[in-house]
């Protein structure tokens, strides 16, 4: 996997959500269950970057990001929505793929490394009609994996 952000296949899932708050509680579980964190300190840290400004990337897509104790490593988790959901974002789109990275507390420039390379992918048209167009989460995570794997090379 990349040397930036651990991106486990359990935690690429296709998800029906039918709110912001949900989708950022359903992150935070998500994070909880896959990478052994707690739930309470994600949401917590997810919600605390939210106040900044939405995390809604324009063009479908949400980054959800924070910086938190206790990780090693970057970890992602990315979620593929049934239907798209309002999320605040910078082009008033609603979002249908989320993207959420949690980073160490101390990981400055590491974390800005890899949320630009979840950026950069994420605004490749092709590979968001890929994402947004695949069978099941296991597809999807094929996607992901073969170009951060690509990237990392």
Avoid: W
Avoid at 101 to 107: F, I, K, R, V
């Amino acid at each position: 996997m990349s040397a930036l952000f651990q991106l486990d296949p359990q935690a690429v899932r296709v998800i029906r959500a039918d709110s912001k708050q949900q989708i950022l509680a359903d992150l935070a579980a998500c994070f909880a269950s896959v990478y052994a964190l707690d739930k309470e300190v994600v949401i917590d840290g997810i919600e605390e970057r939210e106040k900044l400004g939405s995390t809604g990337f324009g063009r479908g897509v949400a980054i959800p990001h924070a910086r938190i104790d206790g990780l090693e490593r970057p970890v992602a988790v990315f979620f593929r929505l049934e239907n798209p959901v309002e999320f605040a974002a910078a082009d008033g789109m609603p979002v249908d793929c989320v993207f959420g990275l949690l980073s160490p507390s101390q990981a400055g420039a590491t974390h800005l490394q890899a949320l630009a390379a979840i950026s950069r992918l994420m605004r490749d048209e092709r590979m968001h009609e890929r994402l947004v167009s695949a069978t099941d989460a296991d597809a999807i995570y094929g996607l992901l994996v073969n170009v951060i794997d690509r990237d990392a090379a």
